[in-house]
């Protein structure tokens, strides 16, 4: 069963950063495509970032020039590294990864269990 711990969250004022870490473990054959998002309570999930395991790089365009995702394909992990915060950035980050069990295989699913990061004004 694949997991994934997150960590890294925390308080931070306007302007700052904070960089997010998801690191994951169990068996599998391959992990495709890592990412992370956010949610607030009473809203839907938003995607913020993803990277394929060849490191192409996608972003919603509230995030774009400020934060940054990179991977370790070697140490299975994912970072989120956030700049210039802002309080509407406020919310439970959850990293995501798809990855398969076997070649032929379709991609599973998996979550973390969440960070908060909470931006004061």
């Known amino acids: 069963q694949v997991q994934l711990v997150e960590s890294g969250g925390g308080l931070v004022q306007a302007g700052g950063s904070l960089r997010l870490s998801c690191a994951v473990s169990?068996?599998?054959?391959?992990?495709?495509?890592m990412g992370w998002y956010r949610q607030v309570a009473g809203k839907q999930r938003e995607l913020l970032a993803t990277?394929?395991?060849?490191?192409?790089?996608r972003y919603t365009d509230s995030v774009k020039g400020r934060f940054a995702i990179s991977r370790d394909n070697a140490k299975n992990t994912v970072d989120l590294q956030m700049n210039s915060l802002k309080p509407e950035d406020t919310a439970v980050y959850h990293c995501n990864v798809k990855s398969r069990k076997g070649i032929f295989d379709t991609p599973d699913d998996t979550w973390g269990q969440g960070t908060q990061v909470t931006v004061s004004s």
């Open positions: 169990g068996r599998m054959y391959s992990i495709d495509i």
């Open positions: 990277i394929t395991n060849g490191g192409r790089t």
